[in-house]
């Protein structure tokens, strides 16, 4: 099969949070399965970009209404990521440093779109499927079903996974002069609570939907601002489908951003070594246990409360913890962990912003890692730190509830089931009380390192879902 994917991020070309991961690894697992998995993706301004070979494979004038734009498909010439990447230069619109966050995002995504099926539809061959990734391409299978231009292509399935129902792109109907021309009576299927929805659009044009884990699939239907009803009524052709991790990628025996490989024989030592380098560069103490937190700091993952958490967490345990940060995001959050350095310092530490070296040697170094989310589809990082040997901390929900078992049920894992500064500050005091018993936590490092969270499964699962399609 041939399956292309659309996406706005894609690791390491371009990464914001989990949907990069996911679109940076899916494909490749893919293709080890004997198919084609190509990736297109918006030319970003990113050191990637720079940095890489490319070769023009199509170039072409666009529009969306009566604005015009020339864009270029540019393809990557040594397949370096296990797949054949393609970006979409647009002069203007494309070519940012920042993947989201400027006024005309609406614009960006719209011509991006429309550029992706512009290309796609002058092809000799027509793909097997079509693969869009949240709302930044949601309008992809409205556009393919009814546009007219887009006719050559209406019978490719298309395929919609949502990575995070909070985000969907929503803008007005003063803009649909943008879409190229279909049958006015069809444009129901564009909105969504009085505005065009991308993701809502996507819901209910795409053959099958996907989310990113079981759980979330169901907590959507009560939880997904404002489309629960939506979500339901097309519940018949949804399904969830956990994540996996990329084991090339996150591997403890070959990460070349660790102080020192290890392996499930050599877990202890290997992470003590991490732990001491990681202590010195932020001037913590290693003989004590490490706590961690890694991402994006929104309330959606809990960040607003952590600094009373950690407040908490180290007036209640003195000297006896180390806290270490490593996030941006909600500037107010981001003042109030920078302030705990000037009351806890030498106990605790935090690093604003995102260093992708960093958090592979925090997966290393941590003896936890705390996630206190509110909303999680499915979460990547604690299976990062389950196959480096770190003992996740988390709140059931979405994935984090399908991937996590506590150690008291005889798992692997520290859970709760609030996002409460006494529930995470409790998991805290277990986790102290765990860490003590020095002959089991070390069987549950042991333990958690043997888990298999790679792509196969995953990318097995959706390859039976696109031969299904109908």
């Not at 190509?38 to 494979?57: G, H, L, M, N, W």
Request: with cysteine.
């Amino acid at each position: 099969m041939e399956i292309i994917h659309i996406s706005a991020e894609c690791y390491p070309v371009a990464k914001v949070g989990g949907l990069a991961d996911v679109v940076g690894a899916l494909p490749k697992y893919q293709n080890k399965l004997g198919h084609i998995a190509k990736v297109v993706v918006p030319a970003y301004d990113t050191k990637f970009i720079r940095e890489s070979e490319f070769e023009v494979t199509y170039d072409a004038w666009g529009n969306y209404g009566n604005h015009h734009f020339q864009y270029r498909i540019l393809k990557e010439k040594t397949n370096k990521l296990g797949f054949d990447l393609y970006v979409i230069h647009i002069q203007g619109l494309t070519d940012r440093p920042n993947v989201y966050g400027y006024h005309d995002d609406t614009e960006r995504f719209f011509a991006f779109q429309v550029a992706t099926l512009d290309w796609i539809v002058q092809w000799e061959h027509r793909p097997d499927v079509i693969h869009c990734h949240d709302h930044h391409t949601g309008l992809v299978p409205f556009m393919v079903s009814n546009c007219i231009k887009y006719r050559p292509i209406s019978s490719v399935p298309t395929v919609l996974t949502i990575h995070n129902a909070q985000y969907q792109g929503q803008f007005g109907w003063d803009k649909l002069y943008y879409l190229p021309a279909f049958d006015l009576w069809k444009g129901g299927l564009l909105g969504w609570d009085d505005a065009i929805n991308p993701l809502a659009s996507a819901i209910k044009c795409a053959w099958k939907v996907t989310t990113v884990s079981p759980t979330y699939l169901e907590e959507m239907m009560g939880n997904a601002r404002g489309l629960e009803s939506l979500l339901r009524q097309e519940r018949w052709k949804s399904v969830g489908i956990l994540n996996g991790i990329d084991n090339e990628v996150w591997n403890p025996e070959t990460d070349t951003m660790l102080s020192k490989n290890y392996s499930i024989k050599t877990v202890d030592a290997g992470k003590l070594a991490n732990k001491t380098a990681l202590c010195n560069v932020f001037q913590l103490d290693p003989s004590k246990p490490l706590f961690t937190f890694i991402g994006r700091l929104v309330d959606e993952k809990g960040a607003d409360i952590l600094p009373d958490i950690f407040y908490t967490a180290l007036e209640q345990h003195g000297d006896n913890i180390n806290i270490l940060v490593l996030g941006s995001g909600d500037h107010w959050v981001e003042g109030r962990l920078n302030q705990l350095k000037d009351i806890f310092g030498g106990r605790y530490n935090v690093y604003i912003g995102y260093n992708e070296q960093v958090s592979h040697e925090m997966y290393a170094g941590a003896d936890f890692l705390i996630m206190p989310s509110r909303v999680e589809p499915c979460g990547l990082n604690q299976l990062y730190a389950l196959r480096y040997g770190t003992v996740p901390i988390v709140r059931r929900v979405g994935g984090l509830r399908d991937t996590v078992i506590d150690i008291g049920d005889g798992g692997f894992g520290i859970c709760h089931d609030q996002t409460s500064i006494w529930d995470v500050t409790y998991s805290i005091n277990r986790a102290v009380e765990f860490y003590n018993d020095k002959k089991a936590f070390k069987a549950v490092r042991k333990t958690m390192m043997k888990i298999d969270h790679s792509w196969d499964r995953a990318a097995l699962n959706y390859i039976e879902l696109y031969q299904n399609l109908k």
